[in-house]
Nanobody, 118 residues
Framework: QVHLVESGGGLVQPGGSLRLSCAIS????????MAWFRQARGREREFLAGITWTTATTMYGDSVKGRFTISRDNVKNMMYLQMNSLKPEDTAVYYC???????????WGQGTQVTVSS
């Protein structure tokens, strides 16, 4: 059974940093892509960053490019999102997603709340 569990969210002041983690289990992880999304209240879920599991090729959404960094640890089966220069508009629930490229199935974590406020 596939499990994705996010952690690391919390309250941070504007300009601060957080690192989110996504623990992954139940996946072979040899033909998957991983990604981070977020959803603010009253808004659609937004793509933030993606990474290929085998080659670590990354891509970013325009709203976080230059501020957020996605990475993964193949040994620990973890994915991370380093978030710097946080703004109030970054406040949202953050989700990790795994996409099985063989069967085109998506798996989601339960989300972790990030609140940027003074």
């Amino acid at each position: 059974q596939v499990h994705l569990v996010e952690s690391g969210g919390g309250l941070v002041q504007p300009g601060g940093s957080l690192r989110l983690s996504c623990a992954i289990s139940g996946l072979p992880l040899d033909n998957y892509n991983m990604a981070w999304f977020r959803q603010a209240r009253g808004r659609e879920r937004e793509f933030l960053a993606g990474i290929t599991w085998t080659t670590a090729t990354t891509m970013y959404g325009d709203s976080v490019k230059g501020r957020f960094t996605i990475s993964r640890d193949n040994v620990k089966n973890m994915m991370y999102l380093q978030m710097n220069s946080l703004k109030p508009e970054d406040t949202a629930v953050y989700y990790c997603r795994a996409t099985d490229l063989d069967v085109r199935a998506d798996y989601w974590g339960q989300g972790t709340q990030v609140t940027v406020s003074s």
